[in-house]
């Protein structure tokens, strides 16, 4: 039994192949994408392999389940009483996710457990000084029918958040609800009284308000509108989320492509775009909204299923409307068919009404027949655009072709088995968000999902022929099915990586590290008309799933803005880069940084001139070279051989720290680092390697002055190999000024006054370095980012350390 999507299609493959009747040649004869589909529908093997897998996945898993959320509240309770308060959090969290709604059979007389988890959180979330989501949790509580004998407390706990958020008056009135609860309060007279005196004491320090110094653990509330920057010079007309700064051209060669139309300047913002769709990792539902992906503080589950989270109600009904109510339970299944799943979304948040309206006038919507005078008008105009984006399917393998077919009509069967073909005008589905609807739609019900597993198993019939369906209805599922493939081939070229912040220890390191993490997939229907280049103009960020856009290098009016597709000439040598385009999106790239074939690359990777220092040209197959800049040759056999030995003590000092015998792994790191600083080229990125190994070191032994000395000259290295506002540079400076940092600290507190000169220069240092950082990273990625944000406290932090006054 296959284990995995891809061992279903691998197996298919092989079939197709060793196949006499129905091979490759026969499935390369195909014109289009819907025939394409259908003969995977048609073939029996084929037809067996995707019922199998739709019956193996689609099972009842993440229901709602009241006895397991119980489990979790106690469980949560445990911790609670231990004071592990943000494991208490996660387990109060988890008994939310699995607590059915009030309203829903589910639920039967357990119907309180949703709200008793909230109030549980709300509790363990005050002892983390998290008061602004504390009050959240209250409020979903009371809205989940929290027992009005309880609810007292709940009052004056918002009460006491309300107070050390400085609103006296709210905090006044969740008080003097308290005190109204009580009185429904099961409370014996004596218990009574002491709670009673407790809501008064804290309603008599509202009447003398005295302001209260927020804890730095409270999450920053900081909403889109100010997060997201505002296009430069305007929104564009023609082109949505785009800047006024910026038009679409087409020629055969390029394609569409984006140019400027005015001289575009470092920092500017031309695109600031929410996806046309998009798809959270599996790897991040805990961690990350699975709607807007912002990084989750607590939880909302949804009304359904127990799989996903979300960072607000808002997120959570919004995401229902668009897709879950479709995808809900059967995210297992979809999580199997990687890329798959977001051409799947891009179907499902187009609709069935715009599919539809858009596959009757396929002609029509490249011209001026269409007006924008709908909103249904404008989807199916917006929808065109992303049908016609490039396939490449010409160029693909058959094989590869042919897996996308299969995947693609499992897909057509997942949307006949959710009910999404009647979902058009015609055949109207309930959106109802209520807790009953959630409830109200079952996969295992024939009336409700048109079929359930055993009759996938069973009837071969409903996958060839959907016999359920109208003659016109069963063409345009077809037509779908086609749509489906169409977009999986798209994204293979089109699909854009979603990345966060994310900031991690190694073992014994006492310096925090930091890089961006892909967290989920999407397609963005503007931004994606930028051509590669390999050395680009722009650079990407995130706010959530909002995609910014700022220019990073000047361009003058009629040059064209270029993104990078991944292959980035610092990063990867010419051979490498034209390869991966090549294999991935079927062109040879004829940039700059590809046509000039420079000696650039070779200058991190190469010996250095015995006589000017320079750097060397790669070694021939006799170890001999010539230098770059003044052109001696020379013999590197005994260079070469050194470095060997650099390298094994190199290996064994990594081996000796990662047993924390920093002492010993010292001592190699250092005889390492003299061979290759008398062997190598100064900007070497070995070099810079172990510089920053034994930077390490130093700093898990809190011998931060030294760490720095080492890393210091690895951020010219740095400079040098990304470029001078490239954000590998930012964070190599972030990095070194928390060595600074500590270095400045430490000393003050040896008793070291801060007016000595040599305090006074790392002092200096500090500051050139934290405002550097701050240019890069504002210039890239904004002045809201969370780095712009941590850099400014550092400043702060700087400015008081300065002005202490030691003895």
Known sequence: MESSWQDVLNVATYHLSSSKEFGFRRFSQFRSNKERVQFCLNYQKFRNKLSFWLNAMCGSQHKKCWEKASELRVEGNRCFQDRDFGRAVECYTQSTLAAPFPRSSDAGEHHEELALGFANRSAALFHLHMYKECIKDIDRAFQQGYPRELSYKLYQRKGMCLRYLNDYNYAKQAFLEALHS???????????????????????????????????????????????????????????????????????????????????????????????????????????????????????PCHRCSQVRYCSEHCCKESWVKYHKWECGILDLLHSVGIAHLAFRIILVTGMPCLSEFLKNKDKTDGQQMHLDTERQHSVRNYSRVYHLVTHSREMYVEDNFQYALTAALLLLLLKKVRFFCSDDNHTCSDDCSAASFQSTSFDNEENSGTNSQDLSNNSDFIQNFTILSREKSSLVAAIGGLCLRHIQQLVCNASAITQLHCFHCENDSILMEKQVRVATAFYLSATLMNHSCDPTIITSFYKDKLVVRVIKKVLPGGEVCNCYGPHFRRMSREDRQKALLEQYFFVCKCE??????????????????????PLRPLDERSQTSCIDCEREQDCTLQQRKLFAGQDLFIQGLQLAEKNFIKDALEKLQKCHKIRENLLYKHHKQLAEVRDKIAWCYSSQEEFWLAADFLRPTLITTSELFGAHSIELANELKKFSDLLLKTIIQLLQEGHNSKENFVRNIFQEAHEVISRALEIFSINYGSHHICVKELKEKEKQLEGLCCLEWS
């Open 182 to 300: 009580l009185k429904e309060g099961r409370l014996d007279s004596k218990k009574m009284e002491i709670q009673k005196k407790d809501v008064q004491n804290w309603l008599k320090l509202c009447e003398t308000p005295r302001h209260i110094s927020m804890p730095k653990v409270q999450p920053d509330d900081c909403d889109d509108k100010q997060a997201l920057p505002d296009l430069s010079y305007g929104l564009n007309s023609n082109l949505s989320s785009a800047s006024s700064a910026v038009d679409v051209q087409y020629n055969k060669d390029k394609g569409r492509y984006v140019v400027a139309n005015r001289t575009l300047h470092v920092g500017d913002t031309i695109f600031v775009e929410a996806p046309y769709a998009s798809v959270l990792l599996p790897n991040f539902y805990t961690t990350n909204c699975h709607h807007c992906y912002d990084k989750l503080v607590t939880a909302v």
């Open 593 to 614: 940084a590809c046509e000039e074939n420079v000696e650039w690359e070779n200058k991190f990777q190469v010996l250095k001139c015995s006589s000017c220092e320079g």
